[in-house]
């Protein structure tokens, strides 16, 4: 029976060989044909190092097919296409039938040709990797960026990093986020001032902080030798633009900005609309000791008991009071609501909003891969970055297409119990009941409830005990409505 034949390509980097795809696939269709086999499909990994296995979709697809019996027989250039590792170049030959053209047709009951061509592959690579890495600790033993790439804010000189007039644009962007100011606002005002931008995207978030964050701005050099490992700093050879002290306070503005602490009493959705019915001061929310959310007189904690005896309730009884009030006056809950109107424009602006992040998400990963091509004869790309970028893209498109769909399907709410429900999907609130609600959700509801609720109002208990088995909790709670 003839042979069904998949072509296996793969280009690495340049620094491993210089066989061009369109070589390898003449050599390798030479073979076939001359083998009387039929050629079937090209799996092929360009500009992919054959270092690691899992990283290559090529290789990984082209396994899967030989194992789903899609073809008989794998053929590539040369066993180093296959792999330059000896661990995963074992695991090919012992689980798909290999072929090359510049090898030929393996003894099927002798293994050791293949693997030894495989040893060699891996020895070439790894005699390869020791030697720029040489080059590369050379460079930083002399304050240079392994890269020798251009650094935005400095001209190259005769190999030198020479500050030049981007220098002072970095200077505020730097001083004005330690200060406070978020990077969307200094990018804004960036752009509206046109001044210059390290890239063709000018400038925007995410391409800000990489800029901010590197070392290089501080006078250091640093470069991560192998995945997992601590970066290697050093001193630069070159003026640093921040000094030691300027460094340390960007740092810490960007962690204190990272960790987005909440903060220990948040505001809750009455936060000022809850009084105590002996003073009429504000009720305050706070935590036990059990982490219980519980509500006290402002006037008691502040001033004691000679301003106000005090009122104490367990603040999620004061939550459903409310949430029962709201079930048995819908129409009052539908008209703070969002109206059909602007769940249109929502919809139409969740839409935008989608498409412009699913636009950076591409700048960022295209951004990130011509980094790695410029830099592949000095660094091991992290595969796990560039899938994190593709996976960004991924879901920015799967974003776009939901937010279309919504918009395509949109149809005004037939009544308020549909106002209700996507009147709270707009504020912000998830579809998922026990998923927490963030603080703007939070806020935006508050401002609304307080259309329709004026106060509600904490009354003295009338029970014989706090403890009574018949005390109704909610009959000490009084709902003041606005008038609409």
Request: with cysteine; net charge negative; hydrophobic share 35%.
């Amino acid at each position: 029976m003839t042979k069904t034949a998949a072509l296996y390509i793969r280009q690495s980097q340049t620094h491993d060989d210089t066989i061009s795809p369109e070589l390898q696939d003449k050599n390798v269709r030479r073979f076939i044909k001359a083998q009387g086999w039929i050629a079937g499909k090209v799996y092929s990994d360009i500009d992919i190092s054959g270092r690691k296995m899992d990283n290559r979709p090529g290789l990984l697809a082209l396994v899967e097919a030989y194992k789903a019996k899609e073809f008989d027989v794998a053929v590539a250039d040369d066993y180093s296409r296959f792999s330059r590792d000896m661990t995963d170049g074992s695991s090919i030959i012992g689980n798909m039938q290999l072929a090359t053209a510049s090898e030929g047709v393996p003894d099927p009951e002798d293994d050791f040709p293949p693997l030894l061509y495989m040893l060699l592959a891996h020895k070439y690579s790894r005699d390869m990797g020791k030697r720029w890495r040489n080059a590369l600790m050379h460079r930083l033993a002399k304050g240079l960026p392994p890269s020798g790439k251009q650094q935005f804010g400095y001209d190259k000189i005769n190999g030198s990093y020479v500050q030049n007039a981007d220098a002072a644009i970095l200077k505020e962007a730097y001083d004005r986020y330690t200060a406070g100011e978020g990077v969307r606002s200094i990018c804004t005002d960036f752009s509206a001032r046109g001044l210059a931008a390290p890239g063709p995207r000018g400038w925007y978030s995410g391409g800000m902080f990489d800029l901010l964050d590197k070392v290089f701005y501080a006078g250091k050099i640093a470069w991560s030798p192998k995945k997992g490992e601590e970066p290697l700093v050093v001193e630069g050879a070159h003026e640093a633009i921040l000094s030691p002290g300027e460094w340390a306070a960007y740092r810490k503005a960007r962690e204190d900005r990272k960790a987005n602490l909440r903060p220990k009493n948040p505001k809750w959705m009455l936060s000022g609309l809850v009084e105590c019915g002996l003073c009429g001061g504000k009720m305050l929310s706070h935590s036990d000791a059990k982490g219980k959310r519980h509500l006290m007189c402002g006037t008691y904690n502040a001033h004691g008991k000679d301003a106000c005896k005090g009122l104490f309730r367990k603040q999620s009884v004061v939550a459903m009071k409310v949430w029962l009030w709201l079930g048995s006056h819908l129409e009052e809950w539908a008209s703070i609501s969002p109206t059909d109107e602007e769940a249109q424009k929502a919809a139409e602006k969740a839409l935008t909003d989608a498409q412009a992040a699913l636009e950076e998400a591409k700048v960022e990963r295209d951004e990130f891969i011509e980094w790695a091509f410029e830099n592949r004869k000095t660094l091991s790309i992290d595969p796990a970055k560039a899938q994190a970028r593709e996976d960004a893209v991924k879901d920015a498109e799967e974003a776009v297409e939901s937010a279309q769909a919504a918009l395509a399907t949109f149809v005004p709410a037939s009544d308020v119990h549909e106002r209700i429900s996507e009147g709270a999907l707009l504020m912000g609130f998830s579809e998922d009941p026990e998923e927490e609600p963030s603080e703007e959700a939070t806020a935006r509801f508050r401002e609304a409830l307080s259309k329709v609720i004026e106060r509600v109002v904490v009354l003295p208990s009338t029970a014989a005990s706090p403890r009574d088995p018949n005390r109704d909790h909610y009959s000490e709670i009084r709902i003041e409505t606005r008038t609409l």
